[in-house]
């Protein structure tokens, strides 16, 4: 059987960002992949946590996501 056309969910966007219940789009923050141990504590920390995703971007990243807002 073929699966019928229609909006698909560009999986690069989805693994990236997450929407929440409200409407916010949230993203990991860069600079955490490699060379941790050259970065002080203090920076090490406030870069583990999700941050939000500048205003000018979030209607793309939504738009990608048709079935999460």
């Not at 966007?13 to 860069?30: C, D, E, N």
């Amino acid at each position: 059987m073929r699966r019928p056309k229609g909006i698909k969910t560009r999986k690069s966007v989805a693994k990236r960002f997450k929407i929440t219940a409200r409407g916010k789009v949230l993203r990991s923050s860069a600079g955490r992949r490699h060379l941790a141990q050259s970065k002080n504590p203090k920076r090490r920390r406030s870069l583990r946590g999700l941050t939000g995703v500048d205003p000018t971007d979030v209607y793309r990243i939504t738009q990608s996501l048709p079935f999460s807002h």
